[in-house]
Every structure is written in C-alpha cells, then in structure tokens.
C-alpha cells in the first residue's frame, strides 16, 4: 500500500461509531444495529479498498444503507426505528412516538434518505453517495418521505 492511503483498520476506527448510529437510526434496536454494523464492515472488508479515495464515509454509508434495505426486502417486513430521536418538541399533538411510527412505514429507500437528511443533517451529496442516485433523486426521495410523514401524522 503507497504512503498515505487509508488502512482498513484506520476506516475503522474514523467510521465506526457514525456508522453504528446511523444502523441504530435505521433499525431501531440495539441488536439490529449490532448486526447491520457488522454485515457493514464485513461487506467493506470483502470489497476493499474503497473504490474511490477520500469518499470511504460516503462508501460506508451505502453499504450500511443497502445492507438495511436487503434485510427489509428478506425480512419483508419494514426495519423498525423505534428508537429514532428527533430534536423536535410535541406540537399540534403529534408526539416522537407518533413520527417516529410514521418514519417506519416509509419505503426503505425514502426512510434512508430521510433520517440522512432531516435526522443526521446530512447534504443532499452525501445522500445521493450513500444511497447511489443522483442528488436530485435523493432531493425527491426526502421530499417525497416529508409528505408522507406529513400526511401520516396529521
């Protein structure tokens, strides 16, 4: 390996803790994203290295992402987020509880793009690396998942 690069275990120990948070957010349970966080590194470990340099936080995020919505798909039930934690107060009596289970019945595409972006406050770039679209895809997949949690929680 030339000077410079990134060993794997260097990814490690820059990602693990976001990457963890971010399967948390996504499956809602500890255990679940115990196993998401594992399947992650493994899938890094198996494709290593990243194909682009300097975009291995973008690269992990789509793994965590894909592996999320592959589990969904087998499980074919949706992946849970009963743990999600937004910074928002009660308002017009819809509670955390009530968004957080109006989160869950999003599409597992819209519910990656939306706790990237309106829960981590990821840019609209690193949603579309994450989830491998355009930006404008990633800009819809939000908006669309807005107007269902909108509608979900009137």
């Known amino acids: 390996m030339s000077t410079g690069a ?26 679940g994203a115990d196993d998401l966080y594992q399947e992650t ?14 975009a291995e936080r973008a690269w992990l995020y789509k793994i965590a992402t ?22 928002a107060p009660e308002r017009d009596g819809v509670t955390l509880a009530d968004l957080a289970a109006s989160i869950r019945t999003l599409p597992p595409g819209q519910r990656a793009a939306f706790v990237l972006h309106k829960v ?22 939000v908006a669309e998942a807005m107007k269902k949690v909108k509608e979900a929680t009137r």
């Open 120 to 141: 981590e406050g990821r840019p609209y770039r690193e949603v579309a690396a994450a989830l491998g679209c355009s930006e404008e895809a990633a800009r819809s997949r």
């Open 66 to 87: 894909n592996k999320a919505i592959d589990r969904a798909r087998r499980d074919r039930r949706l992946v849970p987020l009963a743990e999600l934690r937004l910074a």
């Open 6 to 31: 990134l060993t794997f275990g260097e990814l490690i120990e820059r990602h693990e803790r976001e990457i963890f948070v971010y399967a948390l957010r996504l499956v809602g349970s500890r255990d």
């Open 41 to 54: 590194f493994l899938a890094a470990f198996r494709a290593w290295p990243p194909p682009r340099r300097g």
